[in-house]
């Protein structure tokens, strides 16, 4: 069960045939579609992980363990069903892994390193300047290579790496929260810039956020500070907003369910807190979007990401946002995250 302290809100949403506003809104038609994602569930896993605050989880099949990334102490480590976990890289390069993603297929395991100067370790970059990407043997967690996201871009602007995405060739795209680009890194190692906005990719604080990759070929990608979703075409790299009657701000992870749903997770952003995962659906190809259902958060648990596990939508949270804003007297007091159902997927 779950306890009193994770108390949820989960507020269903109907999907309007028609929907219309007054002034300067947009009107979205929808077919009358079934959403399959519900949201709600008790499972509800604790991972006694000290005090190196997850960011970011993945579910390997083969193995039937989650992954879990450390923005303080910038290891990964591999989770047991019973909440035990084990490093399974350890690499002085990573200063703050933060989000990860795998390819089970070509055993690979990729890590976003960035430094926000809350690690324990750190770069000789310095605060918000480190972005590279470590490559490692899933399987085995040797290491294969730590690229330069850099590179491309000299100028020595601040850099916050945070999120990547697999297309179907293996490359892998990542978004900078603080540099208005998303990079890419083809499956030679060689990195360069994808996509470059300074126009609409800014804002204060944290810009581009979660991504996720879609089957007909484009990428889904959270701005943070805006509460909004964008679609990238591969072919032609392009930031179009998706159409929605709300914003979500501290739109943070993006899960892709299916080629028509998603669950993305939110948290806050200069005090206006969302704190929870929204399950949203398209009936366009993400031309337009609609919430279909919502599960909120009643405590500031701050969660960052999602996965899928066995038709269930995980969520993690590790109360990140202590040591992000360096509330010293609880960041060695915090001694686990938390894998928390939201929905399922019928």
């Given at each position: 069960m779950i306890p009193s302290r994770c108390r949820k809100t989960i507020v269903s949403v109907v999907l309007l045939i028609v929907a219309t506003c007054i002034g300067a809104c947009s009107t979205y038609s929808y077919d009358a579609v079934t959403p399959t994602v519900r949201m709600g569930g008790d499972h509800y896993q604790v991972i006694q992980t000290g005090s190196f605050y997850p960011e970011?989880?993945?579910?390997?099949?083969?193995?039937?363990?989650?992954?879990?990334s450390s923005v303080r102490y910038?290891?990964?480590?591999?989770?047991?069903?019973?909440?035990?976990?084990?490093?399974?890289?350890?690499?002085?390069r990573l200063i703050g892994s933060i989000g990860i993603q795998i390819n089970e297929q070509?055993?690979?395991l990729y890590v976003v390193n960035s430094d926000l100067g809350v690690s324990v370790r750190k770069s000789s970059a310095g605060t918000n300047r480190l972005a590279s990407l470590g490559?490692?043997?899933?399987?085995?967690?040797?290491?294969?290579?730590m690229i330069n996201l850099g590179d491309p871009r000299p100028n020595g602007e601040p850099h916050f790496t945070n999120d990547p995405a697999l297309d179907d060739e293996g490359n892998v795209y990542i978004t900078d929260s603080l540099a208005p680009v998303i990079y890419k890194v083809d499956t030679q190692g060689n990195a360069s810039v994808f996509l470059e906005d300074a126009d609409r990719l800014v804002g204060e604080g944290f810009s581009l956020n979660g991504i996720a990759y879609h089957p007909d070929g484009y990428f889904i990608v959270a701005k943070k500070n805006e509460g909004i979703l964008f679609k990238?075409?591969?072919?032609?790299?392009?930031?179009?907003?998706?159409?929605?009657?709300?914003?979500?701000?501290?739109?943070?992870?993006?899960?892709?369910?299916?080629?028509?749903?998603?669950?993305?997770?939110?948290?806050?952003?200069?005090?206006?807190a969302t704190d929870g995962a929204i399950a949203i659906m398209t009936n366009d190809g993400w031309k337009t979007a609609q919430a279909?259902?919502?599960?909120?958060?009643?405590?500031d648990e701050y969660?960052?990401?999602?996965?899928?596990?066995?038709?269930?939508?995980?969520?993690?949270?590790?109360?990140?946002?202590?040591?992000?804003?360096?509330?010293?007297?609880?960041i060695e007091h915090t001694e686990k995250a938390v894998l928390q159902q939201v929905g399922t997927v019928e």
């Open positions: 970011s989880v993945k579910y390997n099949k083969r193995t039937g363990r989650h992954i879990l910038g290891g990964i480590y591999t989770v047991e069903e019973n909440g035990a976990y084990q490093q399974l890289v350890s690499d002085d070509r055993d690979r490559i490692y043997e899933l399987s085995s967690g040797n290491q294969i290579d990238v075409p591969l072919a032609n790299p392009s930031l179009q907003k998706i159409e929605m009657q709300n914003t979500y701000l501290g739109a943070d992870g993006v899960v892709l369910v299916n080629e028509n749903e998603l669950v993305l997770i939110a948290n806050r952003v200069a005090g206006k279909t259902g919502e599960y909120l958060f009643t405590d969660p960052t990401t999602g996965v899928l596990k066995d038709g269930k939508v995980f969520i993690l949270h590790s109360r990140i946002n202590t040591l992000l804003g360096g509330k010293s007297e609880m």
